[in-house]
């Protein structure tokens, strides 16, 4: 059965709910970014990677979720049929992973994106990132007025992809989501789920 290495609180949220929304046998294995067991798997020590029996590796959690829909088709998490349907798919996966995720990056790592020395610089590095978060979820709660899901065909990997980063928002942004109902709604529809529920007690008991 495969194997998902994930780190709690990070993006492999999103894999590991899709895992228990599909049913089929699957193993967790918590781990620390960079750490000896995880590069032993992954050089790269990223999480989330996933392991096949035969020992193929993948990761990228865009990419791990887009194999786990066309992998399981009986489980209907792609988000529809289609051409369009699958672009739609593609687009919201790239949307969540180059605007969405990386406008965390200056508000997790603000060192990173900064010359300037001292806790001022990293405080206005980290108010920076805020600011642009925030901006993408006003471009995510837009999406979502009138909608259950983030695509057409219904509950997806994609609605599993936002919702880590929403609740990072919920956790980081200074007024919370206070000013994107829609994505709240999303948030709340998806914790209320009993899978969604199980996977979050996990991570959090690991």
Request: glycine residues 10%; contains cysteine; hydrophobic residues 45%.
């Amino acid at each position: 059965m495969p194997t998902l290495y994930y780190a709690a609180g990070a993006c492999s949220l999103a894999p590991h709910i899709v895992l228990e929304w599909i049913g089929a046998p699957y193993e967790a294995v918590r781990v620390r970014f960079g750490s000896k067991e995880l590069q032993a798997v992954n050089p790269a020590g990223a999480a989330p990677t996933l392991r096949e029996d035969d020992g193929w590796l993948l990761v990228q959690a865009g990419a791990i979720l887009d194999y786990l829909a066309r992998k399981h088709p009986e489980a209907g998490l792609g988000g529809g049929d289609g051409l369009r349907a699958r672009a739609e798919a593609h687009r919201w996966s790239a949307f969540l992973t180059s605007d969405l995720h990386a406008a965390f990056w200056p508000i997790f790592s603000p060192g990173r994106y900064t010359t300037e020395k001292g806790e001022d610089a990293h405080r206005a590095t980290r108010e920076a990132g805020c600011r642009l978060a925030a901006r993408q979820f006003g471009v995510l709660d837009r999406h979502l007025d009138g909608r259950e899901h983030m695509l057409d065909g219904g509950r997806s990997v994609i609605d599993a992809y936002a919702f880590p980063m929403i609740r990072w928002g919920m956790k980081l942004l200074p007024d919370g989501l206070e000013a994107f109902a829609h994505v709240q709604a999303l948030h709340d529809r998806l914790a209320a789920d009993p899978a969604v529920q199980r996977i979050l007690a996990r991570e959090a008991a690991a």
